[in-house]
């Protein structure tokens, strides 16, 4: 997609994707209730608004959110009563909360910092197939080994021409597998989902996927805990 696409929807107040939710998203609690955020650094690409910022800053060490269009940014802050310091352009900090209003393409991990864990809610399936490579090889680069990936997906047919695209356990198989462990940990029809409805959808399911990265030169994680190469498991 084009930024200009993100640019008019929140313009619109979201009205071309319905991406913001008002609330904690049920798999950030879960990713809290597994112990990966002790002590971590977790980054939100495209993070729009979201509040799961606020919780993720209660249960890591830090957050960084991501987000290009400088509006989400300001709404973040005034709609949580925070008062952000600009630490560099485009980068504003409230307490262990940090974001940056940036292109997450053109970030480099000298500037972003350690990535221990990823909490991707949505943010892959914004993109087309094409720009899905190019998201995900972005975001692979600034994670560090052993890295956790929390990926959040919708899958659905018929398939719709905008985003949130749809996809599900095949799809992420193939683009991680060769670079992580692939676990799905939520499969959840929601034939009651507004998309569902809006759409008429004959089916819908909401995915979680717990993705593992593999040590370049290493079979284990920091715990110590072997990975297995291209393991892919379905729950």
Known sequence: ????????????????????????????????????LADARVLVPLCGKTVDLLFFAEHAREVVGVELVATAVEQFFAENGLIPVE????????????????????????????????????????FPPDMRTRYVEAVTRLVRPGAAWFLNTLEYAPLLPSPPFSV?????????????????????????????????????????????HQPRHSDTDRTGVPLAAADCVSA
């Open 87 to 126: 630490e560099s352009p485009g980068v504003f900090r409230a307490g262990n909360v940090v974001l940056r209003n940036q292109d997450l393409f053109a970030l480099s991990t000298e500037e972003v910092g350690p990535v221990d864990v990823v909490f991707d809610r949505a943010s892959l399936i914004a």
């Open 168 to 212: 599900g356990l095949p799809e992420v198989a193939e683009r991680f597998g060769g670079s992580f462990a692939v676990e799905q940990v939520f499969a959840e029809p929601k034939p009651e989902h507004r998309m569902a409805q809006k759409f008429g959808l004959t089916s819908f399911q909401e995915n979680g996927f717990l993705l593992r």
């Open 1 to 36: 997609m084009e930024p200009d696409f993100w640019f008019d929807s929140w313009r619109e107040g979201g009205t071309k994707t319905s991406f913001h939710v008002p609330a904690v998203h049920p798999h950030a609690r879960w990713l809290a209730e597994t112990g990966l």
